[in-house]
C-alpha cells in the first residue's frame, strides 16, 4: 500500500517496511455493559436479581455490579468487534425477556434515585466470597455514598493480536524477555491513553445532564450546575459529567500516585495504597458489632476501588488478587472505561465506535510514550475534566505537555494520525469500516454539533422535556425494539441452560467453604505480590 505521510511513528514503519502491517488486525475484543433496571414508575427497582437471570455470583455474562439493580453483561472477547456486539444484543434480548415488567435504563446518569437508601446494595448469597464482594460494596457505600454507584457504563476489553508482539519486540532492540516487553508495551499504551483520552469524552460522552434528584444525598454539589429546568441541572458545553469529579471525589485518591512508568511501580504503588490505613476510614471501622462495614480501613480495600479510564489486566485465578496475577502473568489485556452508554443505540454501543476504539488504542501502542511525572499525571486529569464539564465549548484549550492548545487543533492531529491505522485495518476489506469510522469523528470534531451530548440537549430542548423524562422515553423505544426483535430458541435455550448451571455453581461454592468469613479475609490479604 502507498503510504504519503511522513510522522508515521517508527513502530509502524517498521511494520510497513517489512509488510507486517496485516499483524495489526484481529486483536480480541470484549463488552461489558452496566445498566439499570427501573420499574414501571421510573424510580430504580427494589427487587431482587431475577433468578431466571442466574447467579449474579457465578454467571460468565450476566452479574451485578455495585446495586441489586445494576446489572452487567460481559462477552467473550472477539476478534470481530461485530460478533461482540452481536454476543452483547443476544443477552440484552435475553435479559429482556426475563425482566418481570421492569426495563433497563438506557443513560449512564441515573433517573429515579431518592437518596442514598433507595439503591439496594448488591447481594451475592452466604459464601465467603459472596460475602467479600457484598462486604466492599458496603464500604463504598461509606466512604463516597450510593448513589454515584447507581451510574453505569460500558468498559471496552482489548487486547493486542499476539503475532504482533514478537515483531515489535524485534524491532524494539530490547534485551527484555518478550512477556516483559509485553507488559512494558501495554503500559506504554496506557500512558498515551490518558495523555489523548480526553478525545473519547468529546466523541462519545453522551451524559451532559443530571437530574436534581442525584445530588438529594450531595446537595452541595448542586452549586457548580446551570439549572436546564426544575428537574435537571447540566453543563451547557459538557460531553460526561459521569467522567467529571461528581463521581468518585475523594480526597485520598485524589492523593495517590500510581505508577505507570512500569508492571513493577503499578503493582507497588497499588499494593501500598491498599495496605496504608487511612485515618477517615478507621474512624468507620471495619467489624462494629460484629457487623463488617468495609474489608479494610486502608486507602483502598482492593484493587478495583482505584478508579481510573484505563486498566492493565490479567485474569485472575479463583481467590487471587488481581496485583499478584498481573505480577506473575503480566498483561493481557486492557481495560478502557471511559464510555458512557449510547442512548441512541439499543445496546449502548455500537460498530462505528468498536472500530474507532481499536484504531485508537492502536494508535496508543505503536506511537512513542514518554514516562510520566507528578506533574503530567496533573494535568492529563484536568484535561480529562475540561473536556467533561465543557469540551464543547468553541475554543476550548487543553494543555498540551506544557502548551495552550485548541482542543479541536489537538483532536484533529490525534485524528490524522491514526489514518495510516486505519487504511491498513481496512486492508482486504471492501467494507472500508474503519476509515468510516474515522471520517464520522472528523466530523463530530468540525462540527460539536454532531456529538451524542449535544444530540441529547437539542432533543430535550426540541420536546421540552427534564433529563429523567428522556431517559424513560429512551428506555421505552429501547424496550420496544427487542419486544420486536427476540431472540432465538436456540440462544434462548442456551442461556437458559447457563443461568441453571450458575445457580449449581453458587450452591457448590457456598457448600465448599471450609473457612470462616474472617480467616477467608485475613488469607485472601495475606497474599503479597
Not at 479463583?318 to 498483561?331: D, H, I, M, N
Not at 464510555?339 to 501502542?365: M, Y
Not at 475554543?395 to 495510516?420: P, R, S, T, Y
Request: with cysteine; glycine share 6%.
Amino acid at each position: 500500500m502507498s503510504i504519503q505521510q511522513n510522522n508515521i511513528p517508527s513502530r509502524l514503519r517498521y511494520l510497513l517496511d517489512h509488510n507486517q502491517q496485516h499483524l495489526l488486525k484481529n486483536g480480541l475484543k470484549g463488552i461489558e455493559k452496566e445498566s439499570l433496571r427501573i420499574g414501571p414508575d421510573g424510580k430504580i427497582s427494589q427487587t431482587d436479581h431475577p433468578a431466571s437471570l442466574g447467579s449474579a455470583l457465578t454467571h460468565p455474562h450476566i452479574t451485578t455490579d455495585y446495586s441489586e439493580a445494576l446489572l452487567e453483561f460481559i462477552t467473550p472477547p472477539f476478534a470481530d468487534v461485530e460478533e461482540s456486539l452481536a454476543s452483547m444484543r443476544h443477552i440484552h434480548q435475553f435479559v429482556h425477556e426475563n425482566l418481570n415488567n421492569e426495563m433497563l435504563l438506557a443513560t449512564s446518569m441515573p433517573c429515579g434515585i431518592n437518596g442514598d437508601e433507595s439503591i439496594r446494595i448488591a447481594e451475592y448469597g452466604g459464601s465467603n466470597i459472596g460475602q467479600m464482594k457484598h462486604v466492599y460494596r458496603k464500604g463504598l457505600w461509606h466512604r463516597y455514598g450510593r448513589t454515584m454507584q447507581a451510574i453505569a457504563g460500558i468498559h471496552f476489553n482489548y487486547s493486542v493480536p499476539v503475532a504482533l508482539w514478537p515483531v515489535l519486540h524485534q524491532q524494539s532492540g530490547s534485551f527484555a524477555s518478550l512477556d516483559e516487553f509485553v507488559s512494558e508495551a501495554y503500559f506504554g499504551l496506557i500512558r498515551n491513553f490518558q495523555r489523548q483520552g480526553w478525545l473519547i469524552l468529546y466523541l462519545f460522552g453522551a451524559s451532559p445532564a443530571i437530574c436534581k434528584s442525584f445530588f438529594k444525598s450531595r446537595p452541595h454539589l448542586m452549586q457548580q450546575f446551570d439549572e436546564f429546568d426544575e428537574y435537571t441541572l447540566f453543563h451547557p458545553y459538557a460531553t460526561s459529567l459521569r467522567m467529571s469529579d461528581i463521581g468518585y471525589k475523594s480526597k485520598n485518591q485524589e492523593q495517590l500516585q500510581i505508577d505507570y512508568n512500569s508492571l513493577q511501580g503499578y503493582v507497588k504503588t497499588l499494593s501500598a495504597a491498599i495496605e496504608t490505613p487511612y485515618p477517615e476510614y478507621e474512624k468507620i471501622g471495619v467489624k462494629v458489632n460484629g457487623d463488617y462495614q468495609q474489608l479494610n480501613a486502608n486507602i483502598l480495600q482492593i484493587e478495583n476501588e482505584f478508579y481510573s479510564t484505563i486498566r492493565p489486566k490479567q485474569i485472575a485465578n479463583s481467590g487471587e488478587k488481581p496485583t499478584l496475577a498481573l505480577k506473575r502473568r503480566g498483561v493481557r489485556y486492557i481495560e478502557v472505561r471511559s464510555l458512557d452508554l449510547d442512548p441512541f443505540n439499543p445496546i449502548g454501543i455500537d460498530a462505528e465506535k468498536g472500530h474507532f476504539l481499536e484504531a485508537f488504542l492502536l494508535h496508543c501502542l505503536l506511537q512513542d510514550s514518554p514516562l510520566q511525572g507528578d506533574e503530567e499525571r496533573q494535568i492529563n486529569n484536568a484535561n480529562q475534566l475540561i473536556v467533561a464539564h465543557d469540551g464543547r465549548r468553541p475554543d476550548v484549550q487543553l494543555n498540551h505537555f506544557g502548551q495552550k492548545i485548541l482542543l479541536k487543533d489537538w483532536a484533529n492531529k490525534i485524528l490524522d494520525d491514526m489514518k495510516v491505522i486505519c487504511e491498513v485495518l481496512d486492508q482486504n476489506d471492501n467494507t472500508g469500516v474503519y476509515q468510516q469510522a474515522l471520517q464520522q469523528q472528523i466530523k463530530r470534531v468540525e462540527n460539536a454539533e454532531l456529538t451524542p451530548s449535544a444530540r441529547i440537549l437539542s432533543e430535550m430542548r426540541a420536546t421540552r422535556q427534564p433529563f429523567g423524562c428522556y431517559g424513560i422515553n429512551v428506555s421505552e423505544k429501547h424496550q420496544q425494539y427487542f419486544d420486536e426483535n427476540s431472540l432465538d430458541d436456540e440462544k434462548r435455550q442456551y442461556l437458559q441452560e447457563l443461568a441453571k448451571m450458575s445457580h449449581l455453581k453458587q450452591q457448590e461454592i457456598e457448600a465448599s467453604d471450609s473457612l470462616s468469613f474472617d480467616e477467608f479475609l485475613q488469607q485472601y490479604f495475606a497474599q503479597k505480590p
